[in-house]
C-alpha cells in the first residue's frame, strides 16, 4: 500500500465552537479542580510526613491512613468524571446520528 506525504486533516478546525453544553464543561473544570486540590493535599501530607522525625511504625500506619483517605476522598469525584465522560458521549452519538 503506497504512503502518502501528505498530513492527516484534523477532524475539525481549531477555531470550531465546542460541540458540548457549557454546564458540561463547567463541571468538568469543578471536578478537575478539585481532584488536583486533592492531589496536592495528599503531596504536601506525603511530604510533611517523611520529614517527620516520628518512629518508622507510626510513619507507616499515617502513611497508609492518609493513602486511605486520599483514596476515599477521590472517589466521588472519579466517578462524576465517568458520568461527565458518558454524557459526553451521548452528546456526541445524539450529535452524529441528527446530523444529516
Known sequence: MPR???APRPLAP???APWYPD???AE????LAALADLEVRSATDREWLAAWDGP???KKKF????????????????????DLHCAMMRIMTLDIC???
Not at 28 to 31: E, L, N
Not at 63 to 82: F, I, M, S, T
Open 63 to 82: 502513611a497508609a491512613q492518609l493513602e486511605e483517605r486520599h483514596q476515599r476522598d477521590r472517589e466521588p469525584y472519579v466517578e462524576q468524571l465517568a
Open 4 to 6: 502518502s506525504s501528505a
Open 98 to 100: 441528527s446530523n444529516p
Open 56 to 58: 518508622e511504625p507510626i
Open 28 to 31: 468538568f473544570q469543578t471536578t
Open 23 to 25: 454546564d458540561l464543561l
Open 14 to 16: 481549531s477555531t470550531q
